[in-house]
């Protein structure tokens, strides 16, 4: 038997300026890329998904290059546990998946400015990442049953 081999090192972090976090640390498989960028932001490709322990369920996408850029997600399931979606094949082979069930989906937020019980989601054009190449994309869904104004809170 021969001496055990020492686990790969840790890949380095990456440090990325954010408006509302400071200077924070990501791990490289933290970064998710976006390819064609998104809607109306295409010259920012790169996104770090950080989840703070204390905003969950809501996550923070962060872009890597723009520290004033930033996104309030949530996972769909959270807000509506039977939202469903179906996406052509060509995008999952674009993100190199075989199933939808095999992506990270997460929708983007809308928090008007003092008044965040009034918070909605973009269910009709979730992201979907494929955490094992950190390749994403936005996709806009054909599906009349989600808003892109869906109510988080319902006071």
Partial sequence: MGPEEPPPPEPAAVHIETRDLGRIAVRPDQIISFSLGLPGLAEFQ??????????SPFLYLQSVDRPDLAFAVIDPVELDPDYRLSV?????????????DDLKVLV???????????????????????????????????????????RVFHN
């Fill in 46 to 55: 790169r996104y770090a998904l950080i989840e703070l322990p204390q905003l």
């Fill in 108 to 150: 983007l937020l809308t928090i008007p400015l003092g008044r965040p019980r009034e918070m909605t989601a973009n269910l009709i054009a979730p992201l979907l990442i494929n955490l094992e190449n950190c390749r994403g994309k936005q996709v806009v869904l054909e599906a009349p049953q989600y808003s892109h104004r869906h």
């Fill in 88 to 100: 052509n094949h060509g995008v999952l082979k674009e993100l190199e998946v075989t199933r939808v």
